[in-house]
């Protein structure tokens, strides 16, 4: 049998090898040193903000962000349902709880309609996710913010390289902030950063993210013995220098990334655009989508399972989309939202990534054509 066709994968190689290796050299490994620095100015200009700060992860940012925008116990936060665990459970991490907001049934996003409906006199802010990196509704979703006296931050972990009416991801709300696990489109294995164009909420969280102290590198090359004291319980949320490094080179080959992705999706599209029993996935046109997954919503009268099963069996990878928030136990929500119930029961995740080959591609199209004729034939 042929080899296995894998969901994701990173693009990763020599140039990230070197970029360590000039790490090892430099003798500063450990986080908040000068790669990072770099990587921060670079990723600033590329989304557009006036600050970035890197972090260990994107829960780390998502945290950080929460915690110098205010959002404590007492407080609520309204956040789109259909999402990694990570955005719900930085909100309950600050001590505020998240309030779900279902979603829209194209691009999977926040309903704008929804979050208003969900504004009580508790309500400090809204958490909007990027679905797979599609951007939500900004002009929107701002909108509402601005009438009710919120702040708006976006959970951009899958968004390296999306617009959204020609804005960059990243640069859409108050805070945003970005995964790069090595599921995602640009990655250091694990990381994450946090972007803003407000030089206050910046450096707090730069300081927050260091245990509270002034980060090492402004203390660096000082004559005297500056001793740092703490107002503050910070955290160390700092990415590490070798991480960082390899994160400046992923950002260079970010466009290059981003057309191998579109290009599969291209193909995906022509080679499944036709199977009625599979919803293929939405790109507005005002939003450049990155692909960071490809999913797709089987009909409801097949059962995944069964065609999960059998694209496994005859090596495609494969997995479920994302999660509905609302349903999980540790949020003890009672409300019941349909759309992202409905997606997180049908929908399906199919090898993306950028090191895909044409042939593959067409092997999971015709893969999941016949697999899910077969199951619709036998029910
Ligand atoms: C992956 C992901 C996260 C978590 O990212 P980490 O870097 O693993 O903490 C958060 N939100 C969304 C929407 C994600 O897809």
Redo the contacts with the bound molecule.
């Keep these: 049998m042929s080899e296995v066709v894998s969901l994701g994968q990173p693009t990763v190689g020599e140039e990230e090898l070197e970029a360590v290796s000039r790490v090892f050299a430099s003798g500063w490994l450990s986080g908040a040193g000068p790669a990072c620095r770099a990587f921060e100015e670079q990723l600033a200009a590329t989304v557009g903000t006036q600050h970035a700060l890197a972090t ?7 945290h950080l962000g929460l915690d110098v925008l205010g959002a404590g116990p007492g407080d609520e936060v309204i956040v789109g349902d259909y ?5 719900g459970h ?1 909100v309950m991490w600050t001590g505020a709880t998240p309030v779900f907001a279902d979603v829209r049934p194209d691009i999977w996003s926040a309903d704008p309609a929804s979050v208003e409906s969900l504004v009580t006199e508790r309500t400090v802010g809204i958490l909007a ?4 990196g599609q951007p939500a509704d900004y002009d929107e979703l701002r909108a509402i913010a601005d009438r009710h006296g919120l702040w708006l931050m976006e ?4 968004s390296a390289g999306a617009t959204y009416k020609g804005r960059p991801a990243g640069s859409l709300a108050d805070v945003a ?5 090595g ?2 489109g640009i990655t250091a294995g ?3 950063a946090l972007t803003t164009d407000d030089p206050e909420l910046a450096a707090r969280a730069r300081k927050l993210h260091t245990y509270g102290i002034e980060p090492a590198l402004t203390r660096e090359g000082a004559r005297e013995l500056p001793v740092p004291s703490f107002d503050e319980a910070g955290y160390n949320y700092r990415l590490s220098d070798v991480a960082a490094a390899i994160m400046s080179v992923q950002l260079r080959r970010l466009p290059d990334l981003l057309a191998a992705r579109r290009r599969v999706a291209g193909l995906y599209g022509e080679l499944l655009g036709d199977l009625e029993l599979v919803t293929l996935p939405v790109a507005l046109p005002d939003r450049e989508h990155p692909w ?1 997954s490809y999913v797709v919503a089987l009909d409801g009268s097949l059962d995944r399972g069964a065609v999960a099963t059998a694209l496994r069996e005859q090596g495609v990878q494969c997995n479920f989309g ?1 999660y509905a928030s609302h349903v999980q136990p540790v949020y003890g929500s009672t409300r019941h939202l349909p759309v992202s119930a409905d997606l997180f029961a049908r929908h399906l995740a199919i090898p993306m990534h950028a090191n895909l080959r044409d042939d593959e591609v067409e092997r999971v199209a015709d893969t999941l054509r016949r697999v899910v004729t077969s199951s619709a034939a036998t029910r």
Aim: hydrophobic share 35%; aromatic share 12%.
């Design positions: 260990s992860n994107c829960g780390a940012a998502l999402t990694f665990p990570a955005t930085s996710v990027d679905v797979f959970d951009a972990a899958c902030t970005f995964s790069f696990h599921r995602k694990e990381g994450g960071q994302t």
